[in-house]
């Protein structure tokens, strides 16, 4: 049972331009969302993430939203830089547990010169 | 600030032999600690998880074990390694928010 789930396994985007990668959830009791980014051979490292009680989270580049009523979240990237290709994992935290988080398979983002 | 130190990077193994990848935080105290792996085209599972010295969860039934012998050290360990361990494993460490930081990864071969 998959409760987080990336349905784009990749995405490519030309230098410059908005780099939108989606990311839903199942479980209802979720209550906090992060983006990672992977190169390969290397751990993932934190970008951002949202509390359930927002919409929207910023921070430089990059934007986090989050639809609650769909249970959508997506991460926005703008400009797009070459150096912004790597695996985007999303993940989610449930509300009764400070421990797990739940991971989506990830999405392999290119972005062209 | 806090680190999190993971090694070996890279290990191949013949199957049958054992295991031991070893993790160490520094700059932080008591912090949770994880071991996940990624197979091959495919995401971050959660193996094992821990919240204190000796208090060790396991996520799935496998062929691996962990230990946490002191408060930043976190061993992943097997008796003897099946060619499906084969990965990329990774330890990451966390307080209370909820953030989990990850250290570089063990690429681990079987053959």
């Known amino acids: 049972d998959q409760q987080v789930k990336q349905n784009s396994p990749s995405l490519s985007v030309q230098e410059g331009r908005i780099s939108i990668l989606n990311c839903d959830y199942t479980?209802?009791?979720?209550?906090?969302f992060l983006w990672y980014k992977k190169y390969p051979a290397e751990g993932p490292t934190f970008l951002i993430s949202i509390s359930s009680i927002k919409d929207k989270n910023e921070d430089g580049r990059f934007t986090v939203f989050l639809n609650k009523s769909a249970k959508h979240l997506s991460l926005h990237i703008v400009p797009s830089q070459p150096g912004d290709s790597a695996v985007y994992f999303c993940a989610a935290k449930n509300g009764g547990s400070n421990y797990k988080l739940t991971f989506g398979k990830g999405t392999l983002l290119t972005v062209n010169p | 600030s806090q680190t999190i130190h993971q090694w070996p990077a890279t290990l191949v193994q013949p199957v049958g032999s054992p295991l031991s990848l070893e993790c160490t935080v520094e700059?932080?105290?008591?912090?949770?600690l994880y071991w996940y792996r990624q197979a091959a085209g495919r995401g971050l599972q959660l193996l094992f998880y821990s919240v204190g010295i000796g208090q060790i969860s396991s996520e799935v039934p496998q062929n691996l074990s962990a230990s946490r012998p002191q408060d930043r050290q976190f061993i992943l360990s097997s008796k003897k390694l099946l060619l499906s361990d084969s990965g990329f494993y990774l330890c990451?460490?966390?307080?209370?928010?909820?953030?989990?930081?990850f250290g570089a990864g063990t690429r681990l071969s079987v053959l």
């Open positions: 700059g932080t105290s008591n912090p949770n």
């Open positions: 990451a460490w966390s307080t209370g928010t909820g953030n989990q930081y």
């Open positions: 479980n209802s009791m979720f209550d906090y």
